[in-house]
DNA sequence: TTTACTATCTATAACCC
DNA sequence: TGGGTTATAGATAGTAA
């Protein structure tokens, strides 16, 4: 007869879908959905082959993107599939490729500035099941930077047209991702962004 | 001594997450997963009170949306996030409205049709757990519609400025959708758009 | 914060209509 | 072919570090 072990958790209780009181339980818990729901998007794409992408805004405004084969290419579908094909004189399109490279720099700039903290080769230690294809996604973590921050961000990436300068005061983590996205998951502090140019 | 029951099916089993030969479990999955998908998010909405959005293009390109507040707001988010108000002349804030509008439009055209086959109340009728705050969100499906058509339908209608006469052949079922979205999952015959203005 | 651990709940693969 | 059922795989609430 074996010796009752005393349970360590009453395990997963269920809950009522309704808005989250407790501040930090509902922290928590949108990290973990979140990253539930990115990996729904992307087991969706690797299994079906569908493009696909997820927006999401934190409770404290900061914004998270996945997308296959990217957020860009999904955006500009999702535009174009609602833009008649070189109508629109001065099409918009134009101007959100350059927006969107702007923001891809940006990713890249962070995970340039994660490397030198922890070797993120995110991008390659995700070939666990097979992903192996092309680039395969583009998950985009901007944590720790507010919507303002983003966009100022932007608005000076733009101008310089490539040369940025960021100071970066704290980075959060590096690539915890489960197993296949590029999940920078980087923060720069909203006040990291403090002189560029 | 209870009667030993077969078992009557064997239950889910493991898979492998790679892309799926079998086209037609393939679009299986694709639609019991989209379903699963758009459902986490609103959960994760409703659960944190986090803006998202979900776009998902089937593999035989039928566009699927979700966003909370709307898809329009969470994409103007995005794209405003990174794009300095007030800047850029001839903005393409102002177009994107156009199109998003015009988008919209063409959904609720779609509702309306199916509402003379079906009786659709999915907004009404998603209260259920307390989703009743304000108009939730907005689930768009718009299977059996191509992108192009999408496209030129929404070229006509923004042409049209809110005037246009659709023509339907065929549509495919209404709102089935588990409980909270305004899951119109109807279909638009590709042909079905025929001739309008 | 973010991560780890379970026990449990939920999503869903395989079937069956 | 879409919808329903069963049983198991997978997600995650509660909790602690």
Same mark, same amino acid.
């Given at each position: ?34 990253? +539930? ?11 079906? +082959? ?75 230690? +995700? ?71």
């Amino acid at each position: 007869m074996a010796t009752k072990v005393k349970k360590q958790s009453l395990g997963r209780q269920k809950i009522e879908i309704k808005k989250i009181e407790n501040k930090s339980s509902l922290e928590v818990t949108f990290t973990k959905r979140r990253k +539930g729901l990115f990996n729904k998007a992307s087991e969706l794409c690797v299994l079906t +082959g569908a493009e696909a992408a997820v927006f999401a805004f934190s409770p404290g405004k900061k914004a998270f993107a996945f997308g296959y084969p990217s957020v860009d290419t999904v955006i500009d579908r999702y535009l174009s599939a609602n833009t008649e094909e070189g109508r629109s004189v001065n099409t918009s399109a134009s101007h959100h490729r350059v927006v969107l490279e702007s923001r891809k720099q940006y990713a890249e700039a962070l995970a340039k500035k994660e490397e030198e903290k922890k070797r993120v080769e995110t991008m390659k230690e +995700g070939g666990e099941v097979g992903f192996g294809r092309d680039r395969f996604w583009w998950d985009l973590s901007i944590e720790d930077m507010g919507l303002e921050e983003l966009e100022r961000y932007v608005a000076s990436m733009e101008e310089l047209k490539k040369n940025v300068g960021i100071r970066v005061d704290e980075l959060e983590k590096a690539s915890n991702s489960p197993s296949r996205f590029l999940d920078l998951d980087s923060g720069l502090n909203a006040k990291g962004i403090d002189r560029y140019i």
